[in-house]
């Protein structure tokens, strides 16, 4: 069974740092690009970034261009999201999610809330 | 990256059907064939129930149906169920200033 497992998330000050972790079981993690999604409190879905299977590629929607740095670990089955310059309206639940080659997410972690606020 | 745009909320009595629309650009939804459909329920995860536009992953009812003509894509739901109530999203897979994904402003469907 495929499982995605995020961690990290928690109350930061606006200006601050944040790192989720995604962890990864059940399938082959290095066969698959992965991506970060997000959702505000009430709000619609927005992709965040993806990353290539072997980590040689990566893709940021325009807001977190330059803040957000997608990475990950193979060995480890483990897909990151280091998070600088926070803003307020970064807050939100980050979901990590599988890209199928169907270009759509079938599989999708519990979500991980991060909050920017003082 | 801006949104797609879907209705806020569409509505509709337990067997009827209704279609919610998902409007984009010759850049996403009118340039590839990767339009999917996900439906959530409050304080889950999203759930793909179409993608590719029409195909339906194993497991979804074949109420649910897809289509696309231009940039404006299309889910229909069917035989409207107590159990279909909850927020749709359709997204794209887009190349407007990146290679990703832009998802849908998010459509409430509501049983009377």
């Known amino acids: 069974e495929v499982q995605l497992v995020e961690s990290g998330g928690g109350l930061v000050q606006p200006g601050g740092s944040l790192r989720l972790s995604c962890a990864a079981s059940g399938f082959t993690f290095s066969y698959y690009w992965m991506s970060w999604v997000r959702q505000a409190p009430g709000k619609g879905l927005e992709w965040v970034a993806n990353?290539?299977?072997?980590?040689?590629?990566?893709y940021y929607v325009d807001s977190v261009k330059g803040r957000f740095t997608i990475s990950r670990d193979n060995a480890k089955n483990s897909l990151f999201l280091q998070m600088n310059s926070l803003r307020a309206e970064d807050t939100a639940v980050y979901y990590c999610a599988r890209d199928e080659e169907t270009r759509n997410f079938v599989n999708w972690g519990q979500g991980t809330l991060v909050t920017v606020s003082s | 990256q801006s949104a797609l745009t879907q209705p806020a909320s569409v509505s509709g009595s337990p067997g009827q059907s209704i279609t919610i629309s998902c409007s984009g650009t010759s850049s996403d939804v009118g340039g590839y064939n990767y339009v999917s459909w996900y439906q959530q329920h409050p304080g889950k995860a999203p759930k793909v129930m179409i993608y590719e536009v029409t195909n339906r992953p194993s497991g979804i009812s074949n109420r649910f149906s897809g289509s696309k003509s231009g940039n404006t894509a299309s889910l229909t739901i069917s035989g409207l169920q107590t159990e279909d109530e909850a927020d749709y999203y359709c997204?794209?897979?887009?190349?407007?200033?990146?290679?990703?994904?832009?998802f849908g402003t998010g459509t409430k469907v509501t049983v009377l």
């Open positions: 990353i290539k299977k072997d980590g040689s590629e990566k």
């Open positions: 997204s794209s897979y887009t190349t407007t200033s990146t290679l990703g994904y832009v």
